[in-house]
């Protein structure tokens, strides 16, 4: 799909025209926050503002990384990984995480969901054997009678122990997107209500 320019369009009724101006907003994903810069198309006459799909999207993928890189989440592809070396299916995996649809999982591996931090300490924790092999038998789940040497062996960080004990990410672990205004970034327009 190609990108649609409102630039220098004329905005119906009101006489004005469009030009890209730039704001930052803070985007909420999963809980979490990251103040991004967005794009947008603006009235010069009235202050109408358009966004195009391309720019939410843009939006909300700098968020996304954002906050992966602030709170130290695992990549969509690193959580199929982690799911694939236990030779465990989405549905399975989601068992082993107090019962998190497989929906759920496969949005993380295509990058479709950010998890949250409860929920990526989960995952990371199914790396320790003791806590796999217990969260299995809570679960329902058979494991692989071979397990990768790799997933058994490696070892268990500190976040992993602690998350052992932690409670069901519940559906907080659903990105949820949530756009509101960065708190300095305001221009008191409200055009879309001065429409006629
Ligand atoms: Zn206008």
Redesign the pocket.
Known sequence: MSEISLEGHA?RG?G?RYTARTDEVQIKVSGMAATVERTRYE?D??G?AQYTVEQRDQAEQRAVESIRTTYGLMTPREIRRLRESLGLTPEQFGHLLYGTPRGVVEGWERGRYLQNQDADALMRSLTDRATLERRASRGGVTLPVVVPPEAATRAATSAATSAATAQAPGWDAVAVMEVVPAPDSGNGHHPAAAEP
């Open positions: 905005h009101c004005g009235c006459h009235c109408d």
